[in-house]
Structure formats: structure tokens, C-alpha cells
């Protein structure tokens, strides 16, 4: 009889312990690029084009702790000289148009001084590259768009840790980067379009408030072709959810993630009122 039940105890353990097993996930295996997977070398111009057609390889990529060191200042470079083509872009534009525009302090907006940004004429078309203008502007969004990543970084870093995922600060910044860049290569799409209208106004000569329109349209695209960058931003770090612990019930992993998935966007909203304050004090203190 004890032999009975002491075999009976056993069975019950056994079967406690299956069930408990079957909502433990084991530790995952973090999918880690094979050296065959990715190129041999990468370089400024293939960086790019994997930017703008291969965003599954670009992940794999990044997330190569021996190639971080080199892909930071490619990706770093990329961001800079497409946001410096897209300023020296504006300016020849804003120049054509006849009205250069000047900045008011947000402070004198605030309190009833004035529109944000002020349309005086231009006698010339290289009138804003002679007062200062144009340069200004140039240098406001190369800078002040790289800038405020560079803010919000740590802020990053703190989320990625809140949430539990396994990332060092490189990780953060090679993440911000690259949306930073796929951002910029997104803006380099726009450009064109953008181009055609800010012309076509011209040519047609079109009213002096349509010109002022098209204007505000050029300053507002960097910021709308931030959207691409947040997007890869956003699935950067769900890729990231691999590292999470594996000694970790399925519920719990699921919420950990969809946590991480609103930290991410938390941030990227604190960087959308960063980003166009920082470019408008870069451009206030730079301007004639």
C-alpha cells in the first residue's frame, strides 16, 4: 500500500511539474549573422543602397558587434551629407522664389510678437546667400536634425533597459543612426517631388501666399520623412525583443514586448518636439 502510494505521489509530481514546463520558454536563440550572410566589407555607397532595398540584411548587419565601430560614422556620414543636400537644396530654392525667410524667436511667437517665420522680399536670387540666409539654414538641419538624437539618446538607452532587453549604449546609437539615416535617405526621395512644386510655383508665378506655402512645405518634409526613420527605429528594437530572458512564461514575454513596442514610441514622440526646436535654435542663433 505505501509502495502505492508512494508511486502515485511521484506520478502527480511528474505531471505537476510537465504542466508548469509547458509555459516556461526556453532560452531563445538570439539569430546571431553568420559571416557568409553579410558582405566582406561595407562601405558608404553599398550602405546606402542596402538602406533603400535591403532593410532585413541592414538588421542582421547592425546588430554585428564587430562591425559597429565601422558602420557608426558611415551611417553618421550618410545622415549628414543627405540632410546637408537637402538644406543647400532649400536655399537655391529659396533664392529663386524671390522671399527669404526669417526666424523669430520662439519667445517673441509666444508672446504676440509675430509669425515664426517672417517672408521678406529678395531683389536676388542669391540675396540669401549673401545676408547669411541660406548658410544659416544649411547648417540648422545638418546639425540640429543629428543633434537631437544625440539628446535623446540616453533616454533611449533607459527604455531599452526599463523594459528588460539586452542592449549596450553602442547598440542604442547604431539603432538611432541607422533610422536617422533611413530617415534622410527618405528625404532625399522627396526632394525631387518637392523641386517640381517649389518651380512650378516659380514659373507660374504663382500668389506671393501659395510661394510662402510651398516654402513651409520645405521646411515641414524633414520632419515628415522622419516617419521612415521611425519606423526603422521601431523595427530595430522589436528584433531586439530576442534578448529578453528565456526563463520567462509566455504571458509575461508577450507584455515585456508589447511594453518595449510603447517605450519605443514614447520616445519617438519626445524626439518629434526635440528635433524642430533644436533646428530652429541652431537656425535663430545662426541667422544675420
Known amino acids: 500500500m505505501n509502495t502505492l502510494d508512494s508511486l502515485k505521489?511521484?506520478?502527480?509530481?511528474?505531471?505537476?511539474?510537465?504542466?508548469?514546463?509547458?509555459?516556461?520558454v526556453d532560452e531563445p536563440q538570439v539569430m546571431a549573422p553568420s559571416i557568409e550572410e553579410l558582405p566582406a566589407s561595407t562601405g558608404v555607397l553599398p550602405l546606402t543602397e542596402m538602406i533603400l532595398k535591403n532593410h532585413a540584411l541592414l538588421e542582421r548587419l547592425i546588430r554585428s558587434t564587430s562591425r559597429q565601430a565601422t558602420l557608426i560614422p558611415q551611417l553618421l556620414l550618410i545622415s549628414f551629407l543627405s540632410f546637408l543636400l537637402y538644406g543647400v537644396t532649400m536655399g537655391v530654392l529659396i533664392g529663386v522664389s524671390g522671399w527669404t525667410p526669417h526666424l523669430h524667436s520662439p519667445r517673441e511667437v509666444l508672446t504676440g510678437g509675430g509669425p515664426l517665420i517672417e517672408f521678406r522680399t529678395a531683389d536676388h536670387p542669391l540675396a540669401p546667400?549673401?545676408?547669411?540666409?541660406?548658410?544659416?539654414?544649411?547648417?540648422?538641419?545638418?546639425?540640429?536634425?543629428?543633434?537631437?538624437?544625440?539628446?535623446?539618446?540616453?533616454?533611449?538607452?533607459?527604455y531599452g533597459l526599463l523594459s528588460g532587453i539586452k542592449l549596450t549604449m553602442r547598440d542604442v546609437v547604431i539603432h538611432s543612426l541607422k533610422s536617422k539615416a533611413t530617415a534622410a535617405m527618405a528625404l532625399l526621395g522627396i526632394l525631387p517631388i518637392y523641386f517640381v512644386i517649389c518651380l512650378t510655383a516659380v514659373v507660374f508665378n504663382l500668389s506671393e501666399e501659395a510661394i510662402r506655402a510651398v516654402q513651409w512645405l520645405g521646411f515641414a518634409f524633414p520632419f515628415l520623412g522622419g516617419l521612415w526613420g521611425t519606423q526603422s527605429l521601431y523595427r530595430g528594437f522589436q528584433g531586439l525583443a530576442d534578448t529578453l530572458p528565456g526563463r520567462m512564461n509566455m504571458e509575461a514575454r508577450y507584455n515585456r514586448s508589447c511594453f518595449l513596442d510603447r517605450l519605443v514610441l514614447a520616445w519617438s514622440a519626445c524626439y518629434s518636439v526635440i528635433s524642430p526646436i533644436m533646428v530652429f535654435t541652431i537656425w535663430e542663433q545662426l541667422q544675420p
Open 9 to 24: 505521489q511521484t506520478l502527480e509530481r511528474t505531471r505537476a511539474d510537465t504542466i508548469d514546463d509547458a509555459w516556461i
Open 129 to 158: 546667400w549673401r545676408d547669411g540666409t541660406a548658410p544659416s539654414l544649411i547648417v540648422a538641419y545638418a546639425l540640429g536634425l543629428i543633434a537631437a538624437t544625440g539628446i535623446c539618446l540616453p533616454s533611449l538607452y533607459f
